[in-house]
């Protein structure tokens, strides 16, 4: 079948191919080839290392591309190799397909008429999980996917495993850390962080017993995708979301921050302050290089208002450094009999001669300007509640 009949699309426009990574699927590999090309010849196809009779059923396709391993590499690398062999061939987007048979190729333009309604995205093909015949391990790591993926990236998904996909391979991040089963996650949590827009779409699934082979190895690709979630959460609280708050928070003027995030925001003067007690507070302490981690977990925890405890642990911010670093010494001094030092003495010498009292110093000041604060803006924020009460009445 080197010229299958081709179905005519009204979005043959968008620059597309599918990419089939295949491994030891003999039974349906051609069943799905024959359904893809159907739709379309912009086909490429990964042979993993098979060892069965995909060799031979490849060969009778002469006009497709067939990227080949001579050994199993893994999925993760399969679709790899797939990315690369078709930004090489200058396509946008590529659409992932498994080989196994579950998915339906006409899907294909469920997830094209997303891209051209609502522009590009990375679109995951979301399978209905409660239907008869989905093993209840694969509907449990779907659900333990979907937390972990929510975790990471704030965005919340029905789907997060499936296989059928849409990717805009020239804007999705170009080198990655796994090569097997785990690649999947990667990915998308990558390009959620990229900024990349990460939706689902609806699709069919078969799952046929007699059919489909399962390559996932419960104990070894559980236990090596909990380590990839383990370094993307790491990754996640100390750095994609500290990045984030700073974004949210540069691309708005104090006065639009302080009315919008603190006038106007919905949580309870109560919790407002505490707030800004917590962020001028951490702001002040001696963890440089630490405040906006410190200052976002303990938000977290505490349940407060993580972008106004963030935007008041900016009080460290450069030109006030040293008043904050001179006033810390001299409460020091008053609570640790040591050597006074004057305005003009201030150095790095100084501090580290008298690093006791500059410590003890600057924990009292973050206490005492925490107070400060935090009372100050209590009544600042009830009063100001009050007043927009009165105005509606």
């Not at 990964?46 to 590499?73: C, H, M, W």
């Not at 008053?334 to 006791?356: C, H, Y």
Request: with cysteine; proline share 5%; glycine share 6%.
């Amino acid at each position: 079948m080197s010229n299958p009949p081709q179905h005519n699309t009204t979005i043959s426009r968008l620059n597309y191919c599918v990419i089939i990574p295949t491994y030891n699927n003999s039974k349906t590999l051609k069943r799905v080839i024959d359904g893809v090309l159907f739709y379309t010849s912009d086909l490429i196809i990964v042979n993993d290392g098979a060892t069965d009779s995909t060799p031979q059923i490849l060969e009778q396709y002469s006009g497709v591309e067939v990227v080949g391993f001579e050994k199993n590499r893994g999925k993760g690398a399969a679709l790899r190799a797939g990315f690369i062999a078709a930004r090489n061939k200058g396509y946008d987007y590529a659409i992932t397909i498994d080989s196994d048979g579950q998915h339906f190729p006409d899907d294909m333009f469920v997830f094209l008429q997303e891209i051209e309604a609502n522009g590009d995205a990375l679109l995951i093909g979301s399978r209905n999980m409660g239907q008869e015949g989905v093993p209840k391990k694969s509907s449990f790591g779907n659900k333990f996917s979907n937390f972990w993926f929510w975790f990471e990236t704030s965005i919340k998904l029905e789907d997060t495993q499936s296989g059928y996909r849409l990717y805009p391979i020239k804007s999705i991040p170009k080198k990655y850390f796994t090569t097997k089963f785990e690649f999947e996650i990667e990915v998308i949590v990558r390009s959620a962080w990229k900024g990349i827009p990460v939706k689902n779409v609806p699709v069919k699934v078969l799952y046929d017993p007699t059919e489909r082979v399962s390559h996932f190895r419960p104990f070894t690709d559980f236990s090596r995708i909990s380590v990839l979630n383990t370094v993307l959460v790491t990754i996640s609280l100390l750095y994609i979301k500290p990045r984030n708050f700073i974004y949210s928070f540069k691309k708005k003027s104090v006065k639009r921050f302080l009315i919008e995030n603190v006038l106007h925001n919905d949580d309870s003067p109560q919790k407002k302050a505490l707030s800004i007690a917590l962020g001028v507070f951490i702001g002040i302490a001696p963890l440089w290089g630490f405040q906006t981690v410190t200052v976002l977990f303990l938000a977290y925890l505490l349940r407060l208002n993580k972008l106004i405890a963030f935007a008041f642990s900016n009080v460290s911010i450069p030109p006030f450094i040293p008043f904050i670093i001179l006033a810390s010494l001299k409460v020091g001094n008053l609570l640790v009999p040591g050597n006074d030092i004057l305005p003009t003495e201030m150095s790095f010498k100084a501090i580290n001669q008298n690093l006791v009292q500059y410590l003890a110093g600057s924990i009292v000041l973050a206490l005492l300007m925490a107070v400060v604060a935090g009372t100050g803006a209590y009544f600042i924020l009830l009063a100001a509640g009050k007043n927009k009460v009165h105005k509606n009445a």
